[in-house]
């Protein structure tokens, strides 16, 4: 589906082929407890050395305040990150009605407390089957390093197509 986005000196707002969004408006507690519950794609994007943005589709969870996801440790992501910490993720629920939510904020690459992080993420997109995976079967993959985003903007554009929220 093509979007444009319209932009006017008092506002921004989205209208696409399927339907309208409302104006960009600060996220709630519970619309954001609600909407990072679910097991949706996120797209992180980042920016290389030459100022070229990159958007590559992720796992995430949002956890304790800050946006959580896992890659190998040598993907240009990384590289990205390392060169410039600011990023944005931007998570759509394309299941049901369009909602979006566009995080910003600085990230922090480490590898302690991985493995955890990587076991969550892979039972919350896999479930516990297939996503469970021992200690020895994580160490025999490629290294791999937890991306801690801390959001310093949250943005959620809820689709007019949406049913109204219970108050």
Known sequence: MRSLI???HKNNYQKSIKGQYNEDA?????????????????MLA???????????PV??????????VTSYAD??????????HHVS??????VS????????????????????VFQRLNIRYLGKERGSISKTQYDAIPPRIWIRITPTNLTYRKSMESPPENH
Do not use: C, M, W
């Open 46 to 56: 980042t920016v290389n050395p030459h100022n070229a943005p990159r958007a590559i």
């Open 89 to 94: 993720l931007v998570i759509v629920d394309t």
């Open 26 to 42: 600060k996220i709630t507690k519970k619309q954001l407890e609600d909407f990072t519950s679910r097991p949706l794609l996120g």
């Open 97 to 116: 009605y369009g909602d979006t939510l566009t995080v910003t904020g600085t990230a922090e690459l480490t590898d302690k407390g991985i493995y955890e």
């Open 75 to 84: 993907l240009f992501k990384i590289r990205n990150i390392r060169s410039n």
């Open 6 to 8: 319209f932009k006017t």
């Open 59 to 68: 796992f995430y969870e949002y956890y304790d305040g800050t946006f959580n």
